[in-house]
Structures are given as C-alpha cells and as structure tokens.
C-alpha cells in the first residue's frame, strides 16, 4: 500500500506514530513562515503542516508548489494541532511532514471540487470523473451501495435466490421502445435489451425457484423526459405459492429494513389504500400521504344557484387549507394562476376564506349565502382561520388538476419535508386502461397481470371496470414499485392477449414459450420491481437520480464525457449488414 | 401463503401436525388401495400418502388422477412412516392427506425432471425453464448466488464500493467485436455494450471511489466456441494507492474467502509463477498445479548423435510419466495418436521405458546408448518403472505440444480431479504479443496495463522483452481472472498507444476522455476481473459453464427457447433510419 493510513482516520491518540498518506490536495494555506495543506481521500481530510526552520527549505518549497487535486504521498509524525477543528473528526491532529511525493500533478479542475460547486449541469457531466470527487456526489453513491448491500442482506434472509437473467433478449411490440441489438452472425436479426426481467422472472417461477431477486438493469428507449435515463436499475423480485397479502406483507418488511438499516428510521406500518380512494381523495394513485388535505367533494350543495362553472360540472371538490384564511388577494392570485398553468390546465380557481372572526368571503358569494357556505364549511370539517380551495369539471380532469394544487400547497406548508417518509400501499388497480391513440384497451399494468377472479365476468360487458391483483408501493408521491399476481394458466393468458387485441399468431409468435410453460405445471405466483435509481435518490433526500447513478445519460441519451453514441466504423456496419438510411 | 411449511421441512418432531403443502408431482405409485406421491419443491420432497378406507374414495381417485409435474396444494397430517427412507430429510415421516387440490395440470414433460435426465441438450435448452426444475441445474444456480453472495460480503468487509457502470457505452474498435445498439434518436450513432467496465473503473479511481468492484456483465460479439457466451459476468474490482503486491494479497484473500465459505476448504497458500518460468516448466500460461510432471529439458544432451528429429530441434524437452513404464505398445502408440492430432499438431512422441528392473527401452535406442539414455534419465530424476516422454522442434510450438499430452497424462492418471484444487499467481506476462495477422505487436492484456518501469527502455529496440505489471489467477488450469497495475499519467499512456500503431487522433477520439482524466490528478491504480460463470462452474466441480448461468445462449448465440435473435418490424427498422442489406 502507498499508505499506511487513510485520510479520514488519524486521531489524538496516534500523536507521534510516523504515519504515510496518500491523497489529493484540497486546499494550501500559505502564511510564509508555516503552510498548510488539507489533504483529501475518501474517507476525509487530514491537515498536513510544513514549518520553515522545522523542515529543510526543499520541502517547504516542494509543498509550495503543489497546485489543488495534486495527487500526493507523504511522509510524517502525528501531533496534536494548536487550534482544533471539532467539524471534522481528524480536526485535534495534524502531519508534520518529512518527505513528500508527488504521485500526480493536476492541471486546475474545470469547476471547484467543494460541496458547493460552480460547475454548471454540462461541464459537472462532461468531467463527471472530477463531479464524483465531491463530497455529496459520492456519499449519493455510497447511500446507493448500502441500499443494495441491505436488500440483499434483506432478500437473502427471506430465502430469495438471486439469479441473473440475460440481458440479450427478444423485441416485444407491447410497451415502451426497446432498445434493439443488430446479429452479427445472423443477418437481418436482432436481441433486444430488456425493459425489466418479466418473462423470465415467471420462467424461474415455473421452474420451482420459488423466490427470485435480482438488482438488474433495465432499459427503454423513450423520448427522455427530465430524470429519465434509458438505462435504469430495478429490484425485481417474484415468489411462487403466494397470494396477494403475502407479497405485500414480504416487500414492506423489505422497505422497512431499509429504512431502519440505512436511515435509521422505525417507518410506520404501511398505509393501505385502494385505487378508487386514492383517486378520489387524492387525484392520484401515488398520493403524497405525508400531510393529510384530502379531498372533499360537494357537488350536490352547489348545484341550484346559477353559478355556470358549478351547474355544468360533473364533480365539484376541495381543499381545506388549515390555517390560510389571511392569505391575500395576491398570494391567491398566485394560486389561480398556478392551477391555469398549461401543465395544470384548470380554467380558474374558486376560495372561501373562513376567517379568524368567523367571517366568510368567498370568490363564488355573489352566487351562494353566507349560510349556504357555511354548509359548505361544515363538509371540509374547517375551522375559523383555514381557506378552502375548490375546483370544478369533469370528475378525472378536476382531480388530477385540484391533486397538483394540493402538492403545491403541500410544499408551501412545509409539509413535504425531505426527511419525512410516509409509506403507502396502493392496490386494486384497473387491469385496463383505455387508450384514446389506439380506440382500445391497453394492460395498465402489463399483460401478465392477473384480473381479481371475481371481476373476470366484467372482462366483456364493461373491461374499465375489471380490477387487478396489482398493487403499487407509493413514497411521499412517488412510485417506488409496482408489481401483481400473475397470470398462470395458458388459457386465462390466452383470453387477455385477445382482450388486448393480439391476434393468437401475435401471441404465440412473441409469448408462446411463457404460454407453452404454464401448460407444464405452472405455480401460482407475483412479484414486484422496485426502481433504485428513485428509491436511493428519495432515501438520499434528492430531487433528481441523477447523482444517484455513477455515469448517466443526459437528456438527449448521451453520455457527454465519453461522447456516445457515436458513429461506428463502414467495416462494422458491413459485418452487421446494416446500412444507414440517409 | 398456500402453504404451512415446505416440501424438505418436516421431520419426525413434526408428527401429528396439520400442514399444508405446495409443490411438483414428482412420483406417484399406486399400489391399489394404498396411493404414494412424492411431492417436490426447491426445499426437497415429501411423501404424501393416501390410504383406501381411511379417506373418501373420491380423493383417492383425485390423487389417481394427478399426472407427473402437476402442481397441487394439499392439507393433511403428519405421521411417522412404516419403512423410512434415510436418504431424505424428510424420509422419517410422510402427510396423510385430507384434501387435494390441483393448482395447475401439467402436459408430460418432454423429458424426466430427474437428476439424470433422458433429454438431449437441445431439448433441455427448449425447456429451460423444466431443465431447471433439475436438481443438478438448480443446485448449480444456487451455488452461483452463494458465490455472489460470499463475494459482495468479503469485498464490503474490504471497504470496496460497488457501482454500476453504464451498459450503453461507446464502441472501440481494439479487442473483440462490440455488440452495437442503434440510437433512434440519433440517427446513424450506436452505443456499444461493454467487453469490461475496464474505462469506467479507472475513472472511478481517478474519483476517489478507491475500491471498487462490481458483479457485473460484459458482452463479446465473437465467433462463439464451446462454452462461450456472449453475455458473461466478471467480478470487476478496481484498487488505488496500492502495488501488485497489495492486489494479489486482496483477491488471494477473496478466493481463499470463497473456498472456505462455500466450499469449506482451506486453501492453501497460492503460489507465485512467473510467465516465463511458467511456459517453460508447463508450456502453458495457466498450467494446472494439482500435479507436478514439470518439463525437463535436454536439449544439448541430445546433439550429435545423427538422430535428425533432435539434431534439427531447437528443443528436446520431456516430461516424466511417474510409474507408466509397463504401458504397452498399444497405450503408447495411442498417446503418439494423440499428440499427432491436429488439435495437438506434433510430428511424433519419443519414449524412454526405465522398467523396474533397471533396464531401458526407448525409441530412439538404435541412435542412443544406454549410457547417453541414463544420463537423460538421471535428468528427469526418474526411477525404475517410470516413462519419460520427449519432444522436440521449435521451442514455443514444442512446449505447446507438450503440454497437452501433459494434461492428457494428468487425467489419464487421475491427478485431474475435480473436488481438489490447486491456485496459482502467474505474473511478468509480457506487455506485448506479437500478432502475425497485423504484423504489429498487440496489447497482451489492454493497452492500459502499465509495462514494468525497469522494461521501458526495451520499448523501442526490444518490445516483445518489455514485462508488464500483469497477473492471472489460474485455478486448476484454467484462468479464473486477470488484471493489472494501469498506467495513470497521460505521457505513458499516450506512448503505449503510439506502440500500438494509435495515431494521436484515433487515441484521442476513442480514449481522450481516459487521457485527459489522467491530466486531473490520477492515482497509482490497478484491478482485476474474474470470470464469474468460469468461477462457478470450477467450484462446482463442472466442465461447462451452462449450467451455471439461468438462460444461457447456444453455441451459435441463440436462445431457442425465446427464440432471439429474431426479426424486428419494418416500423422499428424505420425508426432506427436502418435499412437491411439483402
């Protein structure tokens, strides 16, 4: 080793160890008669002190002339330091150093290696190698192993297998975009990279391995939306011989020892809550569960009067916002135009302020009594001193609008709190949704999804209204992982591929191995897949994955430090017999 | 859950418990008016019986009608069996069951799911998903996740930091083939996937990560040989502020780690071997040390006496058959048969029979006296009833040679046994090899290997001398893993690429990134990767890698049972602006 220590592990009581270090240079205090060098590694900062008369005048002038994110080894003693630093666990010591080394010199980095950095978004992607030295970049990283090493230490206990599934698999139409990989050997022929391990998580079900994990990468090629990455990792489990509660019940003790392994954190019990509740209560089946403001609706008390927005509108629902009444016109004003927003896209915005006093106004009270509102109040259960917020509409249009100005007015609160989690459990989800592009039903989940054996009778009369034994874990509004009971036998799959409008060719052509399996003694069974990516950036307090993944793509798919995709060589293509459409 | 306990956990303590089952129909004998059926899941099998008389007809004729690999679910008692079965855990005891219920049907499998199975490979790789079901194979995957496992909790202990890198990389043209995968959004651009994470390690170093490793999988667009995929794992680890020997004292750690957790086997210490002496004393650079049969040379000892074979050899070299000098004419003539294989490519085998009573038989004695024979033999160190074997030619061809009928001879004497395991450090591999193709010299290992620093000035006059700082880790004669100590500074780096006929414009757009990296403050590094499906395989005692990975490809690189590689449709063609040539 080129050292006998690390940076971030000298204490008092190694005074007068003679001690070797290697590490970057952080930063250099030149006061003339003594200099200083703070010196960096993974594991913290060691202060070194070089002092004229003390040291032969070389050194000194060898240390002078070492620039920040030098690469350097020294030698020196251990002793205690004049003036501590108590932020920073070395900070009672310092090396008197003898012999130092140069190891690597540095031309000046592009943006300061600090917690705070001035490199802007491009520059910290471009020289990510540099970004990664900072500290809360790679304590991200960090977060990110630990979350992996306790997952597996979890699954492991639970008798989960972890088993690698291959990576160069087939192009399947349903879904997102695959990412398609041209045969050398076989002309005119392709892999495709997988968008999760589906089909073979199920395969080794019906193969008796009975519980499967596996932290695996997955891929999609979409057009990139902010924090998308066409390349993600995924938690992907499944167990055999389960129901529905099992899986719950297996997946939630998963979330909670991470919680309690890597944050420390005794999380509540998970929350319960089915699909149509969290729509309507929330607008959203991933409700940010951490502060309560759940919907109300009123639409019966509003109809009669002759305020056009409310008489025509199919549902009529608010917020009570405690403690908000003294709002101004202008704060108010803020909200309306939030919620008109295009990314909202509600046509205006309706308050009643129940005041301290017990005075009422309201933006609708040309149109409603005081006591009418007063009813109104009653149904918000608010008190003197709450406002409430009320939208109207079409019911799902009017949810999803009223559930952004419910999140809005969370974060205004201080109610969504980083460091708080609120776990959920949403379930019973439809097994279709209708798609307006294609005029038919799409699986919500996927197609292997298993519809609520008591609901199959609605798969012909009324599909939208079939349910799922599907299930989503939602974390402070985010959707960490989705999963469901799976279908097992040949014919209950063959049905859902005809309800999602394959032909049986289609069906045989692109799933008949999955469809031969559950002829040879297919076991009941589910599974889930966690994101990772999100799930390390929601434990690490972030807005975006970003810094939660070593090297990722920008927003365009490309990876600016080593500048790909790129083009390939004439004599690759020729090998692939591929030619590019100009 | 659909069960109480599993199928290899009851025992006699157990008896008169009510329990409910879940698993395979893996046997089933009628006796008339008794009915077993052993029934299977991952955890073992279960005798379930079923008594005339003591249960209602209509279940015995519903266990009747079970087939083989039904899957069933059923409630019973457990009792203590009449003749018990002490090959199986669970052979003390058996379920008198009260209730059946079959979960799914099975077709007859097109092969027995037993430990031997009928099934030819094609057929078994059809069926993965049955072959799977297999004891062998599924005990093969099991051990492949103790190996992960034991692997991750030896390298966390270490500080090691597992990351992911990024699978969608830049394509480079030195090595093997890239795997490409078309952009779609750009158009004409490709990412490659990774033959090793060998780039992205580096930088991580050049970060600070300091330890690095990952389980992770690479891919090579080869013609593929027997018992090579296309998609592989290495355990990829990467160390800085360390010297070759900190890296061969860390990953000796984790093997000697591995075998004693997985395999309860203390290895002993792994011995050092320089290539050099490697290829001289075994013509091999991973020569298999479970046995000795060194080579011997005797080159000079064999000139003038007019026998033209010797006389026009660069070498005369042998090894020596301990206890082989009874072998007929017939077993001889049949090893000459061997090493004239076109595989082999020898001309001829000579022989020396020191027979136990003293006396020599040779086929050369009509060139050699007894005399010149038994100072040969004073050479090998041999004994009476030993057999010693020659060959001669151009020295690196010959030790080639030799060295397979060394290995033939290994295993013909049963020095070759698969629960035994011999470890070895090869180092100083060169850092260049010529290649005859190109007419230039090649990196043996990567261009980013670091040549011995004492080696350097033979670059110019004599490149095939200069060493590097390379390493293998050869386990019973096959190479487990490989690395090397990296260049850091851009200078070398820049120069090993000129050796290797980069021009400064080819280096700089496919490696710049590594090189401008190195201009940041890069410290002393050097990693290792091994063959994690080899690895597995060697541990479990195997020939093939097959049955170590889940869903292997065949030799051609398809995956029948998914069938892939396949057609994609003329839309995605389109949107990846591709067009096949015809």
New interface residues.
């Given amino acids: 080793?080129?050292?006998t220590h690390t940076c971030g592990e000298l204490r008092l009581a190694d005074a007068n160890k003679n001690v070797t270090l290697?590490?970057?240079v952080q930063r250099l205090r030149d006061k003339g008669s003594v200099l200083w060098i703070d010196m960096?590694?993974?594991?913290g900062i060691t202060q070194l002190i070089f002092e004229e008369g003390k040291i032969a005048p070389v050194l000194l002038e060898a240390a002078r002339n070492v620039g920040r994110?030098?690469?350097i080894q020294i030698e020196g003693t251990v002793v205690e330091r004049l003036s501590k630093n108590d932020k920073i666990p070395t900070g009672e010591v310092e090396v008197r150093v003898m012999k130092l080394e140069v190891?690597?010199?540095?031309?000046l980095?592009p943006f300061t290696i600090e917690d705070d950095t001035d490199g802007g978004d491009e520059l910290r992607m471009k020289?990510?190698?540099?970004d990664?030295?900072r500290n809360p970049v790679?304590q991200s990283?960090?977060l990110?192993?630990k979350m992996?090493?306790q997952t597996?230490t979890f699954l492991?206990d639970q008798h989960f297998?972890?088993?690698?599934?291959?990576?160069?698999?087939?192009?399947t139409?349903e879904g997102a975009?695959?990412?398609?990989?041209?045969?050398?050997?076989?002309?005119?022929?392709?892999?495709?990279?997988p968008q999760s391990p589906q089909?073979?998580k199920q395969?080794?079900m019906?193969?008796?391995?009975?519980r499967y994990y596996q932290i695996v990468?997955c891929?999609r090629?979409e057009?990139l939306r902010a924090d998308r990455q066409?390349?993600f990792?995924q938690i992907d489990c499944e167990m055999a011989?389960?129901?529905q509660e099992?899986i719950l019940n297996t997946f939630e003790g998963l979330i909670r020892h991470l919680f309690k392994n890597v944050k420390s954190i005794d999380l509540p019990t998970v929350q319960r809550m089915n699909y149509d509740d969290a729509m309507q209560q929330y607008g959203s089946d991933k409700p940010d569960t951490r502060f309560d403001m759940k919907f109300v609706e009123i639409t019966p008390l509003t109809k009669g009067k002759n305020f056009p927005v409310f008489e025509n509108a199919e549902l009529v629902v608010g917020i009570n916002a405690i403690g908000c009444a003294e709002y101004s016109r202008k704060q108010i004003d803020e909200l309306t135009e939030f919620v008109k927003r295009p990314q909202v896209g509600a046509k205006g915005l309706v308050y009643i302020q129940y005041r301290a006093d017990g005075s009422i106004k309201s933006s609708v009270d040309k149109f409603y009594s005081a006591d009418e509102l007063k009813v109104w109040i009653e149904k918000f259960s608010a008190n003197p001193g709450d406002l409430i917020f009320l939208m109207a509409g079409e019911a799902a249009t009017t949810r999803k609008q009223l559930s952004e100005l419910r999140l809005f007015m969370g974060e205004k609160l201080g109610f969504r709190d980083k460091q708080k989690f609120a776990a959920l459990w949403v379930v019973d989800f439809p097994l279709l949704e209708w798609s307006e592009d294609t005029k038919r039903y799409h699986a919500m989940h996927h197609p292997f999804t298993s519809p609520k054996p008591e609901d199959i009778k609605l798969l012909d009369t009324d599909p939208g209204k079939v349910r799922a034994n599907a299930y989503d874990m939602v974390i402070n509004g985010t959707e960490v992982g989705g999963g469901s009971i799976r279908i097992?036998?040949r014919a209950t799959q063959q049905m859902m591929f005809n309800h999602l409008g394959f032909t049986q060719e289609e069906a045989k052509k692109q799933f008949g191995?999955l469809m031969e399996?559950?002829?040879?003694?297919?076991?009941?069974h589910g599974g889930i897949a966690f994101g990772f990516d999100r799930l390390c950036s929601l434990f690490g307090g972030a807005e975006s994955i970003r810094d939660f993944?070593?090297?990722p793509?920008n927003n365009?798919?490309?990876?600016v430090?080593?500048?790909?995709?790129?083009?390939?060589?004439d004599e690759?293509l020729k090998?692939?017999?591929?030619?590019?459409?100009k």
């Fill in positions: 080793m080129l050292r290697a590490g970057w960096r590694d993974r594991y994110e030098y690469v190891l690597n010199a540095s031309k980095p020289y990510r190698y540099l990664l030295r790679r990283l960090q990110r192993h992996a090493q597996r492991d297998i972890e088993v690698e599934t291959p990576v160069l698999i087939k192009s139409p975009r695959d990412f398609v990989v041209p045969s050398r050997v076989h002309h005119g022929e392709f892999y495709a990279l089909t073979f395969l080794l019906v193969s008796g391995f009975d990468k891929f090629d057009d066409p390349e990792t011989f389960i129901t099992d097992h036998d191995f399996a559950f002829e040879f003694g297919a076991p009941p993944i070593a090297f793509k365009a798919g490309r990876d430090m080593i500048d790909t995709p790129s083009a390939i060589s690759q090998e692939l017999g591929l030619i590019i459409k």
